[in-house]
């Protein structure tokens, strides 16, 4: 499964990635490895997870020796277990030992973040609420962290700051009264009617105040317990907006209570900026 999200910046990140590892050159492979020497290498999990950067790491095989003959089994969003064969490389073994580490950082990174947001999306099955993610990423790994989220079954929040407008309490230390945010909110939908609005609320009186507002997408629920979610819920009501993000003290151990309240959205920043890698690893074979 491809994503329409990993987009041009993917070669530019894997140009980068292998200049910083090979430098003037592979040196080990130089003086250790004969040229002629080929091999075969499967690409394998180690453990139990969800893949996400499979057509990452195959790029970066072929950047490095285009000669190099690589055949994917398995894609992105498919869960795997140790044995399984997700892909097979073959070639140039000097080629193949250069890409190796820049393709499986890639590759286990991001399975890790598929394969821990597959872990909250499962935590919150029996709800109807959506496990989101935020713009806590890797800088210049945006994109693809978050097609990584979408892999593990989460759903993508704003990309940047241009495409979802999301006031937060730093955005109203001059002027956070109703009249000068409808005032704000109208100015945008004028100038720029695609972009949503989200409002962010630390207690209920500005749940209350936020909903007489026109034009509010979302509200985010910032740091609001269980019952406190619940009750914000029931003032919405039967309405189909503004749809209700919860956000802040969220973890596999509290996400099914705050899921359970009736909110529309969780948004949890760990799984991008903490997601332990899936071990992956290549096992050779010299033909």
């Known amino acids: 499964m491809s994503t329409p999200l990993v987009s041009d910046n993917v070669d530019a990140l894997i140009d980068m990635a292998l200049a910083e590892d090979f430098g003037p050159a592979d040196v080990t492979s130089t003086y250790f490895v004969p040229a002629e020497l080929t091999a075969r290498a499967?690409?394998?999990?180690?453990?139990?997870?969800?893949?996400?950067?499979?057509?990452?790491?195959?790029?970066?095989?072929?950047?490095?020796?285009?000669?190099?003959?690589?055949?994917?089994?398995?894609?992105?969003?498919?869960?795997?277990?140790?044995?399984?064969?997700?892909?097979?490389?073959?070639?140039?073994?000097r080629s193949i030992l250069g890409a190796e580490r820049t393709a499986l950082n890639f590759i286990q990174r991001l399975s890790g973040v598929a394969t821990l947001t597959k872990e909250y999306v499962k935590a919150v099955a029996h709800t109807s609420t959506r496990i989101l993610d935020?713009?806590?990423?890797?800088?210049?790994?945006?994109?693809?962290?978050?097609?990584a989220v979408a892999h593990g079954g989460g759903t993508n929040h704003r990309l940047g700051l241009y495409d979802r407008a999301m006031v937060k309490d730093n955005h109203l230390m001059t002027d956070g009264n109703t009249e000068h945010l409808q005032n704000c909110i109208n100015k945008l939908r004028a100038d720029m009617p695609k972009v949503e609005i989200q409002l962010e609320a630390d207690t209920l009186e500005q749940v209350e105040a936020f909903l007489k507002l026109e034009g509010v997408d979302h509200i985010?629920?910032?740091?609001?317990?269980?019952?406190?979610?619940?009750?914000a819920v029931e003032m919405r009501g039967s309405r189909p907006t503004p749809l209700l993000e919860?956000?802040?003290?969220?973890?596999?151990?509290?996400?099914?209570?705050?899921?359970?309240?009736?909110?529309?959205?969780?948004?949890?920043?760990?799984?991008?900026?903490?997601?332990?890698?899936?071990?992956?690893?290549?096992?050779?074979?010299?033909?």
């Open 42 to 93: 499967i690409l394998t999990p180690r453990k139990k997870g969800v893949l996400s950067g499979v057509e990452v790491a195959a790029k970066v095989f072929k950047k490095v020796d285009p000669s190099l003959k690589v055949e994917v089994y398995l894609h992105d969003g498919e869960s795997v277990a140790p044995g399984a064969v997700v892909m097979l490389i073959e070639g140039s073994a």
């Open 134 to 147: 935020t713009r806590k990423t890797t800088p210049g790994y945006r994109l693809l962290e978050k097609a």
């Open 220 to 231: 985010l629920l910032d740091n609001m317990s269980p019952e406190t979610l619940k009750k």
């Open 246 to 287: 919860a956000s802040g003290g969220v973890n596999l151990d509290t996400v099914a209570a705050i899921a359970e309240s009736g909110v529309d959205f969780v948004s949890v920043g760990y799984v991008t900026h903490s997601a332990p890698s899936l071990d992956l690893g290549l096992d050779f074979s010299v033909e």
